[in-house]
Every structure is written in C-alpha cells, then in structure tokens.
C-alpha cells in the first residue's frame, strides 16, 4: 500500500504544528506584558518547556521504537491542539477580569509543561516514520520534508501573528487548534498503513553508537545557531516596542511579518539554492556562518526598521545555507547504523539552545533592546571561526 497518504498526513500535521510553535513564541512576550507577566516571566515559561522537550524527547524516541510511530505522534500532537485552546480561554478570562495574572501565569506554566511533555515525541516520532518509508538513497530527502515542514509552519504562524495576533490573539489561537487538531486526526487516521518497527528493532543487532567526539563541532553549531535565532523570536516584538516605540498591537503584527520573512528566506534557500550550488557542506558552513554574522550585525545596528527588515532577511539565507550544511556534515561523520543516535544528540543540542535562547533574549533585552542581537553575531563568529579551523576536518570547505 502507498505511504504517500501518509506522508502527505504527516506533513501537514507537521506545518500546523509549526505554526501553533511559532505564533507562541511571536505573540506571547508582547500579550504576556500587555496582561501582567514580566518579560523574564515569559521567557521561562518558553525556556523551561523547551528544556523539558530535552529531556522527554529521547524517551519518546524509545517508546516509539517499542511500541510504533502513530501513537506517540497522535498524543504529542493532541496535547499541541489543547494548548493553544486553554490559552485562548485564559487570555479571555484575564481581558473579562475572571482571573488575574498571578494565577493566570501558574496555570500557563503547568499547561505547558504538560503539553511539552507529550509533545516531545513529535519529532522523534516524525523522523522515525520518516526513515521507516524512505529508502537510504532518499533519506536525506524524507528528512529535508520534515524540515520544510515545519519552516512553512514558522511562516503560516508570523503570517498569523501579523495579522490577527495583535487585533484578534484568542480567535488567532482557536484557528491554530482547529488546524493542528486535523493534522492531528489525518496522522491517527492515515498512517495506520505505515509500517511499525518495533518487531523488526527487537531482533536487529545494535546500532554501532556514533564517535561523540567527532560529532562535538556540528553539536557546537547547532546549539549556536539555534540559540542566536531562537532569542531573535523572543525579543523581536519587544525591540519594536522599546527602540521604535511601536504599539503592542503593531509590534506583534510587524515582528511576526519580519520573522516570516527571514523564516521565507531560509526556505527558499534551502529549497531553491542549496540544491543549485551543490557545495560541500563544510563550504555551506563557512559561506552561511559568514553571511550570517554580516547580517546579525546589520541588524544590531539597524537604525530603522526598513534596515532591520532587509537586514533578517539576509540573516535567514544565512541560515538556510548554516543549518543544512551542518545536518549533512554530521550525516557524513557518522557511521550508517548510528544515524538516528546521531539525529538523537543533535536533538538534545537543538532543545537546549530552544531553550536558552528565549532566557537569553529576555535577559539581555533588559540591558538594551540590540543587546540580543550583539549577542547573536557574537555566536556566529564563533561558528565561523569553528568552521575556517583547517585542522577540524569536519568543517573543511
């Protein structure tokens, strides 16, 4: 029976839940200080789930090598649909004066632990599904679907936030549960025609374990690079406020608009440029490092918001040609039965800098409102200088 229903369930899936993930970190640091929670406030209670996906992700890993793909991906993606519906009624709740922020906070954090909790096993599960249909010559294609994936998602969720999270945040956030509960009811439906690996795992030999210490350079960029782009999330709302002296309102709309646009940016890269310049992933390395780090800097000294404009957007072809880059180098450093272990640790690199960018954005932003985005371009210097090492053969271009 053809996978491609499934596939087709899973993507989608896969792009609503983007979008839910990405109007979150868009609209929540400005709709949190409009109501009462303090940017820090907010920033942790991003941070922490983030954190939390870290560690519950390998264990969903596990449980979906036991037990098959569908109904870890069924129950992270339900609790993904529920969130943003609780949110809606607290924000409602707290506007009508039948909560106040105090407990409205409390109540925001248990729920999205538990939602972080459940939803750890998205991913996992999507890859091992993933790498269940795909043959190993088109791997890294499956692979680069569920990447594209979730970047469309990051744009349908700023293109949400710039137009109705500023004006209409609780009906933004009934839309988004709505989507990614469909996606959710395709995946229970559709893959049910995917194959389950856990009898097949059962009595494989063990997968050789990849050379940590040659993965160190490509876990170092991952977690730079993530964390520079996830604190831009956090704070890109905020610096509109602060330095140009937008309105909440406006702030959400352009923030999301320009996260959109440096996420559309980095899409189309990796799907229209990549595969045109057919460059060793060391070069798309050092080119994306570079080219990121000239943009980050523009965008630090953006004195307007037409430079700050053009300057993410610079910023995103940076990052589509970085973060490819670096999946295929530790792709070729690691032995063919250790891929999904490796996919693994650089899962934990990409959570925990999911998490300490938005804390580090937040707490930077209480210096200056560029202090974030020094700080980015400071983590893509270090990638560069990483890469232009010669003796680190990984990175040779």
Same mark, same amino acid.
């Given at each position: 029976?053809?996978?491609?229903?499934?596939?087709?369930?899973?993507?989608?899936?896969?792009?609503?839940?983007?979008?839910?993930?990405?109007?979150?970190?868009?609209?929540?640091?400005?709709? %949190?200080?409009?109501?009462?929670?303090?940017?820090?406030?907010?920033?942790?209670?991003?941070?922490?789930?983030?954190?939390?996906?870290?560690?519950?992700?390998?264990?969903?890993?596990?449980?979906?090598?036991? #037990?098959?793909?569908?109904?870890?991906?069924?129950?992270?993606?339900?609790?993904?649909?529920?969130?943003?519906?609780?949110?809606?009624?607290?924000?409602?709740?707290?506007?009508?004066? @039948?909560?106040?922020?105090?407990?409205?906070?409390?109540?925001?954090?248990? !729920?999205?632990?538990?939602?972080?909790?459940?939803?750890?096993?998205?991913?996992?599960?999507?890859?091992?599904?993933?790498?269940?249909?795909?043959?190993?010559?088109?791997?890294?294609?499956?692979?680069? =679907?569920?990447?594209?994936?979730?970047?469309?998602?990051?744009?349908?969720?700023? =293109?949400?936030?710039?137009?109705?999270? %500023?004006?209409?945040?609780?009906?933004?956030?009934? #839309?988004?549960?709505?989507?990614?509960?469909?996606?959710?009811?395709?995946?229970?439906?559709?893959?049910?025609?995917?194959?389950?690996?856990?009898?097949?795992?059962?009595?494989?030999?063990?997968?050789?374990?990849?050379?940590?210490?040659?993965?160190?350079?490509?876990?170092?960029?991952?977690?730079?690079?993530?964390?520079?782009?996830?604190?831009?999330?956090?704070?890109?709302?905020?610096?509109?406020?602060?330095?140009?002296?937008?309105?909440?309102?406006?702030?959400?709309?352009?923030?999301?608009?320009?996260?959109?646009?440096?996420?559309?940016?980095?899409?189309?890269?990796?799907?229209?440029?990549?595969? @045109?310049?057919?460059?060793?992933?060391?070069?798309?390395?050092?080119?994306?490092?570079?080219?990121?780090?000239?943009? =980050?800097?523009?965008?630090?000294? !953006?004195?307007?918001?037409?430079?700050?404009?053009?300057?993410?957007?610079?910023?995103?072809?940076?990052?589509?040609?970085?973060?490819?880059?670096?999946?295929?180098?530790?792709?070729?450093?690691?032995?063919?039965?250790?891929?999904?272990?490796?996919?693994?640790?650089?899962?934990?690199?990409?959570?925990?800098?999911?998490?300490?960018?938005?804390?580090?954005?937040?707490?930077?932003?209480?210096?200056?409102?560029?202090?974030?985005?020094?700080?980015?371009?400071?983590?893509?210097?270090? #990638?560069?200088?990483?890469?232009?090492?010669?003796?680190?053969?990984?990175?040779?271009?």
């Amino acid at each position: 029976m053809s996978t491609r229903p499934a596939i087709a369930a899973l993507l989608a899936a896969l792009t609503a839940n983007g979008a839910g993930h990405a109007f979150l970190l868009i609209t929540l640091p400005p709709l %949190g200080r409009a109501r009462g929670f303090g940017d820090v406030e907010t920033g942790l209670l991003l941070g922490l789930s983030a954190l939390l996906m870290v560690v519950a992700g390998p264990v969903w890993g596990h449980v979906a090598d036991r #037990i098959g793909r569908r109904p870890v991906l069924v129950a992270g993606l339900a609790a993904a649909a529920l969130f943003p519906a609780l949110l809606a009624a607290v924000l409602d709740a707290l506007d009508a004066g @039948r909560l106040d922020a105090g407990r409205a906070y409390i109540l925001l954090l248990a !729920a999205r632990l538990v939602q972080a909790a459940l939803s750890a096993g998205i991913m996992p599960a999507a890859q091992g599904f993933l790498a269940d249909v795909t043959a190993r010559d088109r791997r890294a294609g499956g692979m680069g =679907m569920m990447g594209a994936a979730f970047g469309l998602g990051s744009i349908l969720g700023g =293109m949400t936030a710039w137009r109705l999270g %500023g004006a209409s945040p609780v009906a933004a956030l009934l #839309i988004l549960c709505l989507a990614i509960a469909a996606g959710t009811l395709l995946v229970a439906l559709l893959l049910r025609a995917a194959p389950r690996p856990a009898p097949a795992l059962a009595t494989a030999p063990a997968a050789p374990r990849p050379p940590l210490g040659g993965l160190l350079p490509f876990l170092a960029v991952t977690f730079a690079g993530l964390a520079a782009y996830a604190q831009l999330q956090q704070v890109t709302a905020l610096r509109l406020q602060d330095q140009f002296g937008l309105g909440a309102a406006a702030s959400i709309e352009r923030g999301g608009a320009l996260l959109a646009l440096t996420t559309l940016a980095m899409v189309a890269t990796q799907g229209l440029v990549i595969g @045109r310049l057919a460059w060793a992933p060391g070069r798309l390395v050092q080119t994306g490092a570079l080219l990121g780090l000239l943009a =980050m800097t523009a965008a630090a000294a !953006a004195p307007t918001i037409l430079w700050l404009q053009l300057a993410m957007v610079l910023l995103g072809a940076g990052f589509g040609l970085l973060l490819p880059g670096n999946l295929a180098g530790l792709s070729l450093a690691t032995p063919a039965g250790g891929q999904a272990r490796a996919a693994g640790i650089n899962g934990m690199a990409q959570g925990l800098a999911m998490a300490a960018g938005p804390m580090l954005g937040a707490t930077l932003h209480q210096l200056s409102p560029t202090a974030p985005w020094w700080a980015g371009a400071a983590l893509l210097a270090a #990638i560069a200088g990483l890469a232009f090492r010669r003796r680190t053969e990984a990175f040779a271009g």
